[in-house]
Nanobody
Framework: QVQLVESGGGLVQAGGSLRVSCAASGSIFSFNVMGWYRQAPGNQRELVAAMTSSGITNYADSVKGRFTISRDNTKNTVELQMNSLKHEDTAVYYC??????????????WGQGTQVTVSS
């Protein structure tokens, strides 16, 4: 059974930096995409950043230039370095890993979430 275990996060002042990490365990699969989503109270879960196994990245406009995603395909890990944090970055951050089923349809795995709080 695949588990995504997140670490990092916490409380930081505006303008500061944080790093969140995620490791997939119990997996014999390779993930097509690994990334991070976030959900603030009252909001829908949204994509923050994602990276394909070939290194193609996708960032939300709101974090471009401030956040950097990286992954290690051999270890099935993904990290998100967050710089110049703003109060509006406050949310629960969820690790996501996606693989393709035999049918070709994608299947998503999710971490339990880690809180990031940015004080203004």
């Amino acid at each position: 059974q695949v588990q995504l275990v997140e670490s990092g996060g916490g409380l930081v002042q505006a303008g500061g930096s944080l790093r969140v990490s995620c490791a997939a365990s119990g997996s014999i699969f390779s993930f097509n995409v690994m990334g991070w989503y976030r959900q603030a109270p009252g909001n829908q879960r949204e994509l923050v950043a994602a990276m394909t196994s070939s290194g193609i990245t996708n960032y939300a406009d709101s974090v471009k230039g401030r956040f950097t995603i990286s992954r290690d395909n051999t270890k099935n890990t993904v990290e998100l370095q967050m710089n110049s944090l703003k109060h509006e970055d406050t949310a629960v951050y969820y690790c996501n890993a996606q693989r393709s089923l035999a049918t070709g349809r994608p299947y998503n795995y999710w971490g339990q979430g880690t809180q990031v709080t940015v004080s203004s």
